[in-house]
């Protein structure tokens, strides 16, 4: 799958006021999608591809970042999917002013791009999980019930992108510190629990398999979060692998 989109009828590119769904019901389970794309084919094909999957309920389309942020305050999404290379506001800059927000949705960026620079920027704005556009639809639903569900997303290729980047392979970052970086120490059991959200599970999953509670899971998260300087799990992951404390098995 290509770039995916739909076009307003009132402004080229801008999301049809139809294809605009109100605030959220409190009987309404499904999680509430947003999509943005500069492309209006890419779009409409990728609304149309979610549209009918009973968990999931597309209720708006954006055709740039600030569009996507306006949106944003506008329909309480659950879930953004975000492309990055958008023309005014990018995707990247979007996702950080989005992040930002109280009660922020999750940002999934849905791209062709699978550079390490992009990855990177696209985490350290915010976003939970990366995927690339010729992804299955059943990958990219999965992506975004995991992602309303707080856990991250990464598509194969961006996972070993992002372990080239840990080792520096392929032009990545090196591992370990920049240069005047601050070395950084994580417990045994900070590497576990980052190891185990690694691969997407939840916090009472990666519980249940260390066997310690929910409670201490996210203790030790924060710990991780505060001693790496981010503020998510994705991020905590990505950092961890750059300076060489994780590894992707």
């Known amino acids: 799958m290509n770039d995916v989109g739909s076009s307003s ?27 943005v794309d500069d492309h209006p084919v890419v779009r409409s094909g990728i609304v149309g591809m979610l549209s009918g999957e009973p968990d999931l309920q597309v209720v708006g389309q954006a055709a740039d970042g600030a569009e996507a942020i306006a949106l944003t305050a506008e329909l309480v999404p659950d879930v ?4 990055l290379r958008m023309p005014g506001l990018d995707g990247v800059e979007a996702t950080r002013r989005i992040s930002a927000r109280p009660d922020a949705p999750r940002v999934v960026v849905l791209t062709t791009y699978d550079t390490d620079g992009d990855i990177l920027r696209a985490v350290e704005a915010g976003a939970i999980g990366y995927l690339l556009k010729d992804s299955s639809r059943e990958d990219i639903r999965a992506a975004v019930l995991s992602a309303a569900a707080g856990r991250s997303v990464l598509s194969p290729t961006v996972s070993t992108r992002l372990l080239g980047v840990a080792r520096g392979v392929g032009g990545g970052i090196a591992g370990s510190c920049r240069q005047g970086e601050t070395p950084v120490t994580l417990s045994p059991r900070e590497r ?24 201490t899971v996210k203790t030790h998260l924060l710990r991780a979060y505060s001693k790496l300087g981010v503020d ?15 590894e992707l098995d």
Do not use: K
Request: net charge positive.
């Open 80 to 83: 953004i999917l975000m492309d």
């Open 232 to 246: 998510s799990r994705t991020a905590a992951v990505t950092e961890a692998l750059r300076r060489g404390l994780l």
């Open 9 to 35: 009828a009132s402004a080229p590119g801008s999301a049809d006021p139809a294809q605009v769904c109100s605030a959220p019901r409190a009987d309404d389970r499904r999680v509430r999608l947003l999509v």
């Open 192 to 215: 576990q629990v980052l190891q185990a959200a690694s691969h997407g599970l939840s916090n009472s999953r990666i519980g249940a398999e260390l066997y310690i509670t929910e409670a």
